[in-house]
C-alpha cells in the first residue's frame, strides 16, 4: 500500500492522510506534487511525504511520529 501524508510540524499534527492500492501509486505522487504545490503558493512550511508499508498498521509502527504526541512517543511501557 501507498500512503500520502501531510505533516504539521509546527503542531506536532496530522493533516492529511490517504491510503492507495500499490496500483495507484502514479496518482498518489500526482497528488503530493499538487499538495506541496498549494503548500508552497500559501507558504505553508507543512512535510508532505509518500510511504510504502504493507498495512496502516505497519506504517502506523514504522513511522509513529506522524500519528503520536510527544507524551506518547516518550512514554516507556510498562
Do not use: C, W
Request: net charge negative; no cysteine; hydrophobic share 40%.
Amino acid at each position: 500500500m501507498i500512503f500520502l501524508i501531510e505533516y504539521d510540524r509546527k503542531r506536532g499534527q496530522l493533516v492529511t492522510f490517504e491510503s492507495f492500492s500499490d496500483s495507484k501509486r502514479e496518482k498518489a505522487a500526482e497528488l503530493r506534487l499538487q499538495l506541496e504545490l498549494e503548500l508552497n503558493l500559501k507558504s505553508i512550511d507543512n512535510e508532505v511525504v509518500i510511504l510504502e508499508a504493507a498495512t496502516e498498521e505497519a506504517v502506523r509502527r514504522a513511522h509513529r511520529r506522524y500519528f503520536e504526541d510527544l507524551a506518547e512517543l516518550t512514554s516507556v511501557p510498562a
